[in-house]
T-cell receptor
Framework: DTGVSQDPRHKITKRGQNVTFRCDPI?????LYWYRQTLGQGPEFLTY????????KSRLLSDRFSAERPKGSFSTLEIQRTEQGDSAMYLC???????????FGSGTRLTVV | AQSVTQPDIHITVSEGASLELRCNYS??????LFWYVQSPGQGLQLLLK??????LVQGIKGFEAEFKRSQSSFNLRKPSVHWSDAAEYFC?????????FGAGTRLTVKP
C-alpha cells in the first residue's frame, strides 16, 4: 500500500467554477477525514467519514462544499461556485477506528483566481 | 473546547544545535497528543504521539517529546538539528471524533 493519495496535486480555477478533489485512503482504514489548511495556519477539520457514512461536518463546510465516500473507499470533495477565500491546501487523512493517529496525503493545493 | 497553542511562529537554529519547540494545550481530560512535520507543499508526517504511560516519547528522525500534565505542555526536542529538519512543525491534540492543530512553528536551520 502506498499511503493516502490525493488528486490533483494542484488546481487553478477561475472564481465561480466548480472543482472536485479525490482522496484514496489506505485500503484497510475505515475512517477518512478532510482538512483545509490556509497559509500560515494549521489544518482545520472539515468533515469525516466512517466507511460510507459522513458522521461529522464542521461549520467551515458551507453549503457550497460537499463530500462523498460512496463505497467506503475513495472520497471526493466538491466545491461549487468557488471563491477566492477557498484558496487553500486541502488535506485528506485516513485512520483505523478511533482518531488516534492519522496518515495524511500530500494534499491538493487550490488557487482560485 | 480543546485547543493548541504554539507560541513560536518562527525559530532559527544553527545546524548541530539543540532544538525545543513549544506546545501548550487545553483539554478537559488526558488527551492524545501528536507532533507532525510538514515540508513545503507536502502533507503532514507523524513524528510521534502520546497516548498514555511514559511521559517521554521517542519519535522518528531523532525527535522526542515530553508530556507535562502540570504545565499542559508537550514540547518537542531534538539534541542536534540537521539541515534537513527545516520545515513546519505542528502540534495537535486529539480525542475521539476531534483533532485540533496548532498554527505551527516554522523551523529554519542555519549552516
Amino acid at each position: 500500500d502506498t499511503g493516502v493519495s490525493q488528486d490533483p496535486r494542484h488546481k487553478i480555477t477561475k472564481r465561480g467554477q466548480n472543482v472536485t478533489f479525490r482522496c484514496d485512503p489506505i485500503s484497510e482504514h475505515n475512517r477518512l477525514y478532510w482538512y483545509r489548511q490556509t497559509l500560515g495556519q494549521g489544518p482545520e477539520f472539515l468533515t469525516y467519514f466512517q466507511n460510507e457514512a459522513q458522521l461529522e461536518k464542521s461549520r467551515l463546510l458551507s453549503d457550497r462544499f460537499s463530500a462523498e465516500r460512496p463505497k467506503g473507499s475513495f472520497s471526493t470533495l466538491e466545491i461549487q461556485r468557488t471563491e477566492q477565500g477557498d484558496s487553500a491546501m486541502y488535506l485528506c487523512a485516513s485512520s483505523l477506528e478511533r482518531r488516534v493517529s492519522y496518515t495524511f496525503g500530500s494534499g491538493t493545493r487550490l488557487t482560485v483566481v | 473546547a480543546q485547543s493548541v497553542t504554539q507560541p513560536d511562529i518562527h525559530i532559527t537554529v544553527s545546524e548541530g544545535a539543540s532544538l525545543e519547540l513549544r506546545c501548550n494545550y487545553s483539554y478537559g481530560a488526558t488527551p492524545y497528543l501528536f507532533w507532525y512535520v510538514q515540508s513545503p507543499g507536502q502533507g503532514l508526517q507523524l513524528l510521534l504521539k502520546y497516548f498514555s504511560g511514559d511521559t517521554l516519547v521517542q519519535g522518528i528522525k531523532g525527535f522526542e517529546a515530553e508530556f507535562k500534565r502540570s504545565q499542559s505542555s508537550f514540547n518537542l526536542r531534538k539534541p542536534s538539528v540537521h539541515w534537513s529538519d527545516a520545515a513546519e512543525y505542528f502540534c495537535a491534540v486529539g480525542a475521539d471524533n476531534d483533532m485540533r492543530f496548532g498554527a505551527g512553528t516554522r523551523l529554519t536551520v542555519k549552516p
